[in-house]
């Protein structure tokens, strides 16, 4: 256990410690002399010189303690409890409790960590949040031991980083299906042009054809039609070529979740300006990005033309725009636990201190109460 002083400044008030000293120095009995008959005749002689002397101990006990308390309350006292103990075993609860000493600190990866004894939790538990609120807890140098699945649901998108060395035990677990997601397909996208920008369409479908070529999928016939037809209702990816308004009916698409991919010539509908997600080597706007509801409105920043918009003639540029065509992914949340080990070299979480001035309060007024009973019960000593 130690202990500190938040403003240590407060024990000048120690200074003080004079007073009490000062008042029962000042306080000795006055005597007055009597002349006796007897004595009148007597040679005077030299009175002895007067001895200091400190009367009632105790009181005087009492008030220099309640000055050095007052003086200690004032530096703002604090303790830190240091806690030692073995190493803490955390258990992922799709995991079964690992066999361990009798009497050892084995607790399941969850909220407020229950004793390895209690029913397992839920498996699905915010794995990351609770390693670093583990870390936090812990006393500095006390050994981490996390059992976890193969995979771990509940990671967030950074890999922890704590204070201290982490023993990882990665172990199969039943409950647990050791199997990443797969990637999702290319989106197909549904084309629909005004007649005078059916040239630019063609290259939005050259742009689906390398796609699925890319991902080897069978093709997908690329569909093309006027303004007017209408478009499939799993529709997830429309591009609209025209130089009018965008229609309700489109407003309505992308507020339910899709993505819509505008020409350069539409009117932007939205009040808030896009985002810029693409540009080009030197800098010049190629596509904006503007959220709708639950979808997405994306626009190029000129005409789908060699001359204007030279990364067309890009072999990478189908890659390019699918990129920027997905929305920004979530967080992670299933991963890999081998690739997901905790890292050391974070700064070591400061534990908060315990004030101790509440304490030292209920001590000094108890202290003056004493001293107030003293003083009052105390009689002044009479002259001989």
């Given at each position: 256990m130690s202990f500190g002083l938040a403003f240590p400044l407060g024990l000048l008030a120690l200074?003080?410690?004079?007073?009490?000293?000062l008042v029962h120095l000042a306080r000795r009995e006055q005597q007055q002399p009597t002349m006796f008959a007897a004595l009148r005749w007597l040679r005077a002689v030299r009175r002895p010189r007067q001895k200091l002397r400190l009367e009632q101990w105790l009181l005087l006990a009492l008030r220099l303690l309640l000055v050095a308390g007052l003086a200690l309350l004032l530096a703002a006292p604090w303790f830190l409890r240091d806690e030692g103990g073995g190493a803490r075993v955390l258990v992922h609860p799709a995991l079964a409790p690992p066999e361990t000493e009798a009497g050892a600190d084995v607790r399941w990866l969850a909220p407020a960590f229950p004793r390895i004894d209690t029913p397992a939790p839920e498996p699905r538990q915010p794995v990351a949040s609770l390693l670093r609120q583990a870390d936090a807890e812990l006393a500095t140098g006390r050994p981490l031991v996390v059992h976890v699945p193969v995979i771990i649901d509940g990671a967030d998108g950074e890999r922890p980083r704590l204070s201290r060395a982490v023993q990882w035990?990665?172990?199969a677990s039943p409950s647990v299906t050791d199997a990443m997601p797969t990637a999702a397909l290319p989106a197909v996208m549904v084309i629909r042009h005004a007649p005078d920008l059916a040239g630019q369409a063609r290259w939005l479908a050259a742009t689906q054809t390398a796609w699925f070529?890319?991902?080897q999928q069978t093709e997908a016939q690329p569909d093309i039609a006027p303004l007017d037809a209408p478009w499939p209702e799993d529709t997830k990816l429309l591009a609209w070529?025209?130089?009018d308004e965008v229609p309700e009916s489109l407003m309505a698409f992308a507020n339910d979740g899709g993505t819509i991919l505008l020409g350069d010539t539409t009117a932007?509908?939205?009040?808030?300006p896009?985002?810029?997600?693409w540009r080009g080597e030197s800098g010049e706007l190629l596509l904006g990005a503007a959220r709708h509801g639950q979808g997405r409105l994306l626009q190029f920043a000129a005409p789908l033309d060699p001359a204007t918009f030279p990364e067309l003639l890009?072999?990478?540029?189908p890659q390019w725009l699918q990129a920027r065509l997905q929305a920004p992914p979530p967080a992670p949340t299933r991963v890999d636990a081998q690739a997901y080990?905790?890292?050391?070299?974070?700064a070591a979480y400061a534990p908060p201190n315990q004030p101790l001035a509440p304490w030292l309060a209920v001590v000094l007024a108890a202290l003056f109460l004493v001293e107030r009973w003293l003083a009052a019960g105390l009689a002044p000593r009479r002259p001989a």
């Open positions: 200074l003080g410690l004079v007073l009490p000293l035990i990665v172990k070529a890319a991902a070529l025209a130089a932007w509908p939205l009040a808030a896009a985002e810029a997600v890009d072999a990478r540029f080990a905790p890292l050391a070299g974070a």
